[in-house]
């Protein structure tokens, strides 16, 4: 199953909902152009719920660091929600878990946010 | 002892690194592996096919990858051999260091190491040959008793 995003706005945040698995080609390709949509429309609140996300791969990781990365660059925030098992124990091991502002509850993580 | 092998050799594209994975999930469900290791084998595999298509062949569509899967009574061995100009081991970064965390690459063969009993690479002319070892429940843990 490759990757799927749908974008919903909640109290100027834009939540992406992401499924299937975020690896090299095509999933980290769709990834990195919601992110470019999203910020080239203005939208720097970004919200990725990664619930629905079974897989990652070191493509995948730095895919995520890279619209962090992006995303802070450009005076944004973008923070992860509803991380899996798999996901979760990856930016573990990798130390990215305490870079990243991981939340597991939307409305709190929609809180969060910048006003 | 007993020893079932089986050899691929693929082309150098991004099929090959999904197929790879596959090929790793099947064999180590096969091979009696739990779900956790079964996925902590495939994603060593995975990211030893993208080392060895992206970084070894280049995607050059003259370039092979060949793997071997070896099931023992003792362990899992995989080995995944490119035609690359060889990896230069003393360039990978440490993919946990400070000034390293916010790269976007740099860290297939941290997973690999992280997911696997044992790693062997072999750098040389004629390309990188890697070697992933899984050993069945009961054995990894005299091995790594043994190895300290």
């Known amino acids: ?115 | 002892m007993t020893e079932n092998r089986v050899s691929y050799t693929m082309e150098s594209t991004l099929e090959t690194v999904d197929s790879a994975e596959q090929t790793a999930n099947r064999i180590a469900t096969e091979a009696g592996f739990d779900e956790e290791e079964v996925m902590r084998i495939s994603m060593a595999v995975r990211e030893a096919a993208v080392n060895a298509v992206l970084h070894g062949n280049a995607y050059d569509p003259g370039k092979k990858v060949k793997m071997d899967f070896v099931r023992t009574q003792d362990a899992l061995v995989i080995t995944i051999r490119d035609q690359g100009k060889g990896l230069d081991l003393s360039k990978i970064p440490d993919p946990l260091a400070p000034e390293n965390l916010l790269k976007t690459s740099g860290r297939g063969i941290f997973l690999i190491r992280s997911f696997m009993d044992e790693v062997e690479i072999h750098p040389s002319q004629a390309g990188t040959e890697i070697k992933l070892i899984k050993h069945v429940h009961g054995s990894a843990e005299g091995a790594k008793e043994a190895s300290q």
Do not use: P, W
């Open chain 1, 1 to 115: 199953m490759s990757m799927k995003t749908s974008t919903r706005q909640v109290d100027g945040v834009n939540i992406v909902d992401c499924s299937g698995r975020i690896t090299l080609g095509e999933g980290s390709v769709i990834l990195r152009d919601t992110v470019r949509d999203l910020l080239s429309k203005g939208q720097k609140k970004i919200l990725l719920n990664l619930g629905d996300v079974n897989y990652i791969d070191s493509s995948g990781i730095g895919e995520l660091v890279s619209a962090f990365t992006t995303v802070r660059n450009q005076g944004g925030e973008l923070k992860l929600l509803n991380l899996t098992k798999k996901v979760h124990d990856l930016l573990q091991i990798t130390k990215l878990y305490t870079v990243f502002d991981v939340k597991d509850d939307e409305a709190s993580a929609i809180k969060a946010f910048a006003k």
